[in-house]
């Protein structure tokens, strides 16, 4: 169940300096509390901070990856888009605090790859307001790596690509952004391209152009369910959808 879940009312609202510290923007108050620390000692009578201290970042997220599991997608991005800010999310909570342990932990060993500053995990039901986290056309790429497939019709509707969330995808995504899909149940992702294919927001990307895509081969050989297939020599299936331009209104 979510319902300990919380959300933000609106992106701007997201305390995103906590998940991307070496982002954190100073707001005035904090540099003013700054140059009175630095005075403090000429002075009888400091001045409390007037704010609470500032939750934005300098850049925003680009790249989110839904379910993202135990993050093998994300560490994989993290050195191949060095100034770009990542996000996983996933709704259960053993998960995600293990990906933010494991954030924690490679950024404190700052390996020469990457200083993974630039990656990070929440928890959230990507089902519900996806777009209190992003603004619209904030993010350059998507990525619906493996999702539970729900095999029974009735269970239908608890799938992450339907009209309905492809509609939010759309919103949050930037003209030209991506959608990357991978998984090895067929049915999946038959469902998939037909329901991304019906949206008028979407095209197809052909396969000749995902040949020169680094995402696609991350996505096929970095995620911990796409190592599994590997393992059990089960068969991927790839789409990759394009955010189209909206047309001009009438
Ligand atoms: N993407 C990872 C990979 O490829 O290895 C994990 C795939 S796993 C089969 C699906 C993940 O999606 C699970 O970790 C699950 O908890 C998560 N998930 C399912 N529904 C979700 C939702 N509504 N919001 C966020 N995460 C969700």
């Known amino acids: 169940s979510d319902h300990s879940l919380t959300y933000p009312k609106c992106p701007e609202e997201m305390d995103w300096a906590s ?7 100073q ?3 904090e540099q003013k509390q700054e140059q009175r620390t630095e005075s403090e000692s000429h002075d009888q009578h400091p001045v409390p901070p007037e704010d609470a201290p500032s939750k934005a970042i300098s850049k925003p997220v680009e790249i989110a990856d839904i379910g993202c599991g135990f993050g093998g997608l994300l560490f994989a991005l993290a050195p191949k888009f060095p100034d770009t800010l990542i996000l996983g999310m996933e709704i259960r909570t053993s998960v995600t605090s293990y990906v ?11 390996t020469s790859t990457s200083s993974f500053q630039n990656v990070s995990c929440i928890r959230a039901n990507t089902m519900k307001f996806l777009p209190n986290f992003f603004s ?6 998507i990525f619906l790596c493996f999702p539970d497939p729900h095999f029974k019709q009735r269970k239908h509707k608890a799938r992450i690509v339907s009209y309905t969330l492809n509609s939010e ?16 149940v067929k049915d ?16 197809r990307v052909k396969d000749e152009e995902l040949e020169s895509d680094a995402c696609v081969e991350i996505m096929r050989q970095e995620t911990e369910e796409g190592k599994k297939v590997e393992r059990n020599k089960g068969e991927k299936f790839v789409a990759v959808f394009r955010r189209m331009k909206d047309p001009p209104w009438p």
């Open 19 to 25: 998940y991307y510290p070496a982002y954190a923007v």
């Open 27 to 29: 707001n005035q108050d």
């Open 100 to 110: 933010q342990d494991k954030v924690r932990a490679l950024r404190a060993q700052n």
């Open 136 to 141: 619209k056309a904030q993010l350059s790429k």
């Open 169 to 184: 995808y759309a919103y949050v995504l930037k003209p030209g952004g991506m959608v990357y899909t991978i998984t090895d």
């Open 188 to 203: 999946l992702h038959e469902w998939m391209v037909g329901h991304l294919e019906k949206h008028p927001s979407f095209e």
